[in-house]
């Protein structure tokens, strides 16, 4: 069974600058989630779906952050005008009805 | 709101030593608490995983980890240390929507 993917693994960018990040989370899992992990820190839950519906936003920088997961299957975190304080790796992690989280290796982001 | 703690921030321990990684935790209710590794430039691996049951949990590659109520801790255990074990260790605990909060993780290095 493969695991979760997420691309592109480094991204280095001026500020100012847009990037999206890509996770594909392991086949038949509807729970897809977005952690930010800045260095040396815990991740920290950005959003989470169940299938496509977004059941919790509440600690995504709303102004410059969004993240879709039209079919319930892929999702896109995107970042809009990145700060230098957006440094940091994000992981996605998928789960089957609410049973244990399985991250992907995570995209690396450093924002000059 | 629920939140974990992990105290040390370092530890060095030589191979073939005992380690214990210490956790503890902020949950109203009974928790399901978790173990995750991640090895330089990946993920989190999950090492184990408390569901209310037996206090003492056994996971992969040697480790294990004891629930105690009455102290709030999920202590991690191994006791011999291999180099492979060179990682960063991250304590969470599971609140509503299956969302982990995460500790700040314990870098454990390892001597030859």
């Known amino acids: 069974e493969a695991g979760v993917t997420q691309s592109p693994r480094y991204a280095v960018l001026q500020e100012g600058q847009a990037v999206s990040f890509w996770c594909d989370p392991i086949s038949g899992h509807d729970t897809l989630y977005w952690y930010q992990q800045p260095r040396d820190q815990g991740p920290q839950l950005l959003v989470y779906f169940r299938d496509e519906a977004v059941i919790d936003n509440s600690q995504l920088p709303s102004d410059r952050f969004s993240a879709v997961r039209p079919k319930g299957t892929n999702s896109t975190l995107k970042i809009q005008s990145a700060k230098q304080g957006d440094t940091a790796t994000y992981l996605c992690a998928s789960s089957r009805s609410g049973n244990t989280l399985y991250f992907g290796e995570g995209s690396r982001l450093i924002v000059v | 709101a629920q939140s974990v703690t992990q105290p040390d921030a370092r530890v060095t321990v030589s191979e073939g030593a005992s380690l214990q990684l210490r956790c503890k935790y902020s949950y109203f209710g009974t928790p399901y608490l978790f173990w995750y590794v991640q090895y330089p430039r990946q993920g989190l691996q999950l090492l184990l995983k408390?569901?209310?049951?037996?206090?003492v949990v056994q996971g992969v590659n040697g480790f294990e980890a004891e629930f105690s109520k009455s102290n709030s801790s999920f202590h991690l255990r191994k006791a011999s240390v291999h180099w492979s074990d060179w990682a960063v260790y991250f304590c969470?605990?599971?609140?509503?929507?299956?969302?982990?909060?995460f500790g700040i993780g314990t870098r454990v290095l390892v001597r030859p």
């Open positions: 408390y569901y209310p049951g037996d206090p």
């Open positions: 969470a605990v599971r609140g509503a929507g299956n969302k982990l909060t």
